[in-house]
């Protein structure tokens, strides 16, 4: 059974005399102990299908089963009990200015009844487990970025949470400091077996540290899969999109066109071959590299490239043939890159 299961999930808004389809009949599950990326551009619905999991928001149709109970069906008492089963940390980090780190961890545990004492011995053992015991006594203006968000995932993790939403949570960090967010979160979820959800915007987050990837458009779930399937091999136009990164601060020189592109995927048994050098060997005729890059997806180096090909049809097939032959993922890529 999936530890979370979304279906036919659809919500709206009242918008002044009009209605807006947030989310349209989304069909989801999370298995037990994944880590599970919802990514999307801004405004697709991937912040509300989040809140909808603990139901802060609540769908206008369909059903959000957690460990087989729809939430629909439980009193304001147990979708209270339910929801502190699910933690949650945001870009914004939302601590409590007024006070001092180890009080931010420990007021979940004062709000849910339980005596000082416990709650300090449980938050002590939390800010060790996200590598910040010696800043108890400090607060949120006295730290960084990165420690003010390890200090919300310590709070999000006090009551013991089964699951932990994280929206957005590393938009707001340098790629340092998110790479290390990221791996602590890696390392929570295998140290204590929690699903986390990774709502992002960011490609380079769910390659970094998820197993399997939803992608969210204008309402719409688009594309769903293993995160190496999808980089692989992009369906939608939107995976296609955030995978490529076609961002204008990105993009390289203007003038690198070519009549047809491809993008072709190594994997590690074939990253240190030259294929194309070797490609060009073969066939004696120039080939434009257009971008080039590698990639950490679930702990495996994944590079990419996007070639220009030789003018004629025939002559491009059987590049792209000979690419293959070796063992090589190759897609078509229709827009400038």
């Known amino acids: 059974m999936s530890e979370i299961e979304i279906k036919n999930l659809t919500k709206q808004f ?40 603990n139901y802060l928001e609540q769908p206008s149709e369909g059903q959000v089963l957690i460990d087989g109970v729809d939430l629909a069906d439980l009193n304001d008492r147990e979708l209270r009990k339910k929801r502190s089963e699910i933690g949650m940390i945001f870009q914004g980090f939302n601590l409590l200015e007024q006070k001092n780190v180890i009080d931010n961890v420990c ?60 929206d957005e949570a590393t938009s707001a960090l340098d790629p340092q400091t998110t790479e290390s967010i990221l791996q602590l979160l890696k390392e929570i979820n295998e140290k204590y077996g929690i699903t ?41 136009d939107a995976a296609k999109e955030l995978i490529l990164e076609k961002k204008k601060e990105y993009l390289p020189v203007e003038d690198l066109k070519a009549d047809r592109k491809i993008r072709i995927v190594f994997e590690d048994n074939s990253s240190y071959e030259p294929v194309v050098a070797n490609l060009i060997l073969h066939f004696g005729k120039p080939v434009n590299i257009l971008k080039a890059d590698t990639k950490n997806i679930g702990g495996r180096a994944r590079g990419e490239m996007i070639l ?30």
Request: net charge neutral; aromatic share 4%; glycine share 8%.
């Open 14 to 53: 009242k918008v002044k005399d009009s209605t807006v389809t947030a989310l349209d009949h989304i069909n989801l599950s999370v298995e037990k102990g994944d880590i599970f990326g919802i990514i999307g551009m801004s405004g697709a619905g991937k912040s509300t299908l989040v809140r909808s999991i």
């Open 107 to 166: 007021f979940p545990l004062e709000i849910s009844g339980k005596k000082k004492k416990e709650a300090r011995e449980r938050a002590r053992e939390l800010l060790k487990t996200v590598y910040l015991e010696e800043k108890e006594k400090a607060y949120p203006s006295q730290l960084s970025g990165g420690q003010k968000q390890r200090v919300a995932i310590a709070r999000a993790l006090a009551t013991n949470p089964k699951i932990l939403l994280c």
């Open 196 to 236: 986390i959800v990774i709502i992002t915007h960011q490609m380079s987050v769910v390659t970094r540290i998820c197993k399997k990837v939803a992608i969210i458009e204008n309402g719409f779930l688009v594309e769903e899969g293993p995160v190496d399937r999808v980089f692989e091999a992009p369906q939608s």
């Open 308 to 337: 220009g090909l030789p003018d004629g049809e025939e002559i491009q097939d059987q590049m792209i043939t000979w690419i293959r032959e070796r063992g090589l993922t190759v897609t078509e890529v229709d827009e400038d890159v």
